[in-house]
């Protein structure tokens, strides 16, 4: 028996083998890199970025310190880098750092990429324009739908400027935005900024008033809109300096001119939640107001100069320099409220460590309590910009922000996964920044056709923007206007495919690429492309078999023998191959079984004849050519049956067996 396995294992060993030479390389190509010391120390330069064959796009590549595979939930990691050294855009990567969709069309700097819902589809949302502009921006938001087409472009009712801080489509079906506006305002009682002197100070100052503002003082005005997002229309305007005193700032007015206006406030996030009222964030007061969405009254502040909590954690609850990104946090009934602490601002530059935190909330007793900070190790110091997000599982997506450094934490604030997009000795430099860092769910058709190109061989395929892409059909003609035939299906690996065609297949001329999805459906088919001197079937040879017209047919296996000598002799070499292997294996089981019949056997002499008996007392026989003359009794003799079906013998006077009715000696 374990001959007769061990055969059967170098057989299909063997065949394996075979087989596998005819199986195209489909080249890995790493959009990541992990835990690389080169990439944190700039070796690969401020700014790495991958680039592709097929396409003329770029997208920031990853340095995962703790991959976020481990925190694969379907979802897409949403970015907007820009800075010093990178080129401004918009990306959508998957879970192993590789792009799924990125754009660089948009004038101006891109921030705060979303995903939002809006009358029940799915649209993406971000912000372009100009951010020069006093620390925010004037630009549009753009809605992007599913096939990537505009949507909407939305601006500020009024023809105030956008801002690019805020966009939020609410649960209303409405749109919530920032916006600044340049305003004269009286600022008389405000205490104007004395700069620092370079003389010592005398042993007793004068007591001398600090210089005022002027009364005719120009401020850049903090306001938010919520408008009809298909007119328009302005439902709800509320404006900071008529709910709050221009001396709870603590950025010192520096410049109040019309040119270099003031911004005291600085709101950076709004949230409308199913109350109907407001929850802001004021950079520039240090303070998440909440505020009455029917008289824009101010109901409490947490933190600031005016702050209406208790603080039950000395402090580290209501104490938070230069916020971002206040939200309520979900399912907590508005006991819980969480935002990123940069823990510095343009005047503050002390802790040098910023981080998420979530503050519980008693609103009965007005007390406010840390409930989890989720820190980094080593320390991100983030002076401006950041966000956090509590995750449909539970889990905390933190953006550092000025920092290109993106995390997800346990509830209980464990590091989970950990990407960087910017080298960690470049952190604070500025190079790489991206305002906020989110995950969503997101599914994508795009509507244009995927990208094929060859290069060195090596046939390359991508499709911008399609999240159903899960295996290319890959296709050759030998003419471009002629009937396609499969050349080989393989998976889908990262943004870009890589397909060597020259591992041993026969290849026609013209080569093109039909995206499947999982149920291995075409959603798109590319351009074909002539691959030259790649291929290696001759344009003149006709093909044996009709296939179907279009990769939109069934697309069932259709490779069939092309007629060409290189395919015939391939084939012959195969067939002759295994046949010799067929034949030994038949040859070694035969001789195998031979043996193991022979084993069973045992001689007796009879008459100086030799026949074969069992270990069961059967009869002699009476000649050794009685047993030849039945060749089904040598076989079963062989195979070591136990009831063997011989012929009646010949009356032998020595044995001792019983007669039959006609007087010869039976088998019993």
């Not at 620092?196 to 938010?224: C, K, T, Y």
């Not at 303070?287 to 005016?306: E, F, H, M």
């Not at 040879?541 to 395919?567: F, V």
């Amino acid at each position: 028996m374990g001959s007769r396995i061990a055969a059967w294992q170098a057989f299909l060993g063997c065949l394996a083998f075979l087989l596998m030479t005819f199986i195209p390389d489909c080249e890995a190509h790493n959009e990541a890199l992990q835990q690389s010391n080169e990439y944190n120390y700039g070796v690969l330069g401020p700014y790495v970025t991958n680039s592709f064959v097929s396409t003329d796009v770029t997208a920031p590549k990853l340095n995962f310190m703790k991959p976020f595979t481990a925190c694969d939930d379907g979802s897409y990691i949403f970015l907007a880098p820009r800075g010093e050294t990178a080129n401004s855009s918009v990306c959508i990567l998957d879970a192993t750092g590789s792009l799924i969709w990125t754009t660089h069309q948009y004038h101006g700097q891109a921030y705060n990429l979303q995903a939002q819902t809006y009358k029940g589809e799915q649209y993406l949302t971000f912000w372009a324009g100009d951010n020069s502009v006093g620390g925010h921006g004037v630009g549009q938001y753009y809605m992007l739908d599913k096939h990537y087409h505009i949507y909407r472009s939305i601006i500020a009712a009024n023809d105030l400027p956008t801002d690019l801080h805020a966009f939020t489509i609410t649960a209303d079906d409405t749109a919530l935005l920032s916006v600044y506006k340049v305003t004269q305002v009286d600022l008389s009682t405000v205490p104007a900024y004395i700069e620092p002197s370079n003389h010592p100070a005398p042993a007793q100052p004068a007591r001398v008033p600090p210089p005022l503002g002027p009364p005719d003082g120009w401020i850049w005005e903090s306001m938010f809109q919520e408008i009809d997002i298909e007119t328009g229309e302005l439902l709800f305007e509320w404006r900071a300096s008529e709910h709050f005193e221009y001396t709870a700032s603590y950025d010192p007015m520096k410049s109040a001119t019309e040119e270099e206006s003031w911004d005291w406030f600085h709101i950076n996030s709004v949230e409308k939640d199913n109350r109907g009222n407001y929850l802001i964030s004021a950079r520039h007061l240090r303070t998440i107001a909440y505020i009455d969405g029917k008289t824009g009254d101010v109901l409490w502040q947490l933190g600031g100069r005016s702050n209406s909590f208790a603080d039950l954690s000395f402090g580290m609850a209501t104490k938070f320099i230069g916020q971002h990104d206040a939200h309520w946090v979900p399912n907590s009934n508005y006991t819980s409220l969480s935002f990123f602490d940069n823990r510095a601002d343009w005047s503050y530059h002390t802790e040098k460590r910023s981080y998420g935190i979530r503050i519980d909330l008693d609103l009965d007793a007005m007390t406010a309590k840390v409930g989890q900070r989720f820190l980094h190790d080593p320390n991100v110091y983030s002076v401006s910009q950041g966000s956090y997000q509590t995750l449909p599982n539970g889990n905390v997506l933190i953006g550092y922000g000025n920092n290109g450094v993106v995390t997800e934490y346990s509830p209980d604030g464990t590091v989970l996964c950990d990407a960087y997009f910017e080298p960690s000795k470049r952190w604070t430099s500025g190079d790489v920044q991206s305002y906020r860092n989110l995950k969503f769910n997101w599914t994508g058709m795009p509507t244009t056709q995927p990208k094929v190109a060859i290069q060195d061989g090596i046939f390359y395929i991508s499709w911008l923007g399609s999240t159903e892409t899960t295996e290319w059909l890959i296709q050759h003609s030998s003419l471009d206007n002629e009937t396609f035939h499969e050349l080989v299906q393989v998976r889908r690996d990262g943004f870009e495919t890589a397909v060597d065609l020259t591992a041993g297949m026969l290849v026609r001329q013209y080569v093109q690429a039909t995206a499947l999805d999982a149920r291995g459906r075409p959603l798109a088919i590319s351009d074909a492309i002539d691959i030259g001197y790649v291929a290696t079937v001759p344009s003149d040879e006709p093909l044996d078999m009709t296939l179907p017209d279009s990769p939109y047919d069934d697309l069932e296996d259709d490779e069939e023998a092309d007629g060409t000598e290189e395919m015939d002799d391939t084939f012959e070499d195969l067939q002759v191959l295994l046949m010799w292997m067929v034949l030994a294996l038949g040859s070694s089981l035969l001789a195998l079984w031979a043996c193991r019949g022979l084993r069973k056997r045992r001689t007796v002499v009879i008459d100086n004849e030799y026949v074969s008996k069992r270990d069961d007392d059967l009869p002699y026989r009476e000649q050794l050519r009685q047993v030849w003359s039945d060749p089904w009794a040598l076989w079963a003799r062989m195979m070591g049956r136990r009831s063997t079906p011989y012929r009646r013998l010949v009356h032998d006077a020595r044995s001792e067996g019983g007669r039959s009715s006609e007087g010869d000696y039976a088998l019993r």
